[in-house]
């Protein structure tokens, strides 16, 4: 099983479990990295940047629904074939949350839903991320080549 680094947002630290592995309490986040072709979709959200669409899951819904819904409204991408690659275990001092990971290919963009809190999306590289992404670092960047890994994957069963 391949090892990703440990990281850091502010005073938390993060750690990525791939799957089959899942969290053993309710993710209180999720996150997807849409793809289309050899690009990811990003958006660019108010007090954060350039960042894959993601947010907090809702008592009502699953972290699955959560993310379909934060991919509509952050960046205006109705996706197709998700598939499960980890979560996030995040620390900070004694409090512990997940987060879990999923990797999509987009269906089709349409108007992004909340434009009071994402102004804008792009389809980027891998190359071009580093120069963009609101946190690059080593973990994100292991993150994101795995949820691309996890995807060519499907396409070849």
């Not at 894959?52 to 699953?62: K, L, M």
């Not at 934060?70 to 512990?96: N, P, T």
């Not at 879990?100 to 999306?121: F, H, T």
Request: charged letters at 30%; aromatic letters at 10%.
């Amino acid at each position: 099983m391949k090892r990703f680094p440990a990281g850091k947002y502010g005073r938390q630290r993060l750690q990525f479990f791939p799957a089959p592995f899942r969290a053993p309490l309710r993710s209180f986040a999720g996150l997807v990295f849409p793809w289309e072709g050899d690009k990811v979709l990003v958006a660019d959200i108010c007090d954060r940047g350039w960042c894959i669409p993601s947010g907090r899951v809702e008592a009502y819904e699953t972290s699955l629904d959560a993310v379909r819904r934060e991919a509509l409204e952050e960046a205006g991408a109705v996706l197709k074939d998700l598939q499960y690659i980890g979560c996030y275990h995040i620390s900070e001092r004694r409090e512990v949350r997940w987060a879990d990971c999923y990797a999509a290919r987009i269906d089709r963009l349409v108007e992004i839903g909340m434009k009071d809190e994402s102004r804008g999306r792009l389809l980027v590289t891998l190359d071009e991320l580093p120069a963009i992404y609101h946190l690059w670092n080593n973990l994100t960047q292991m993150v994101f080549e795995h949820s691309r890994e996890v995807l060519d994957r499907q396409l070849r069963v």
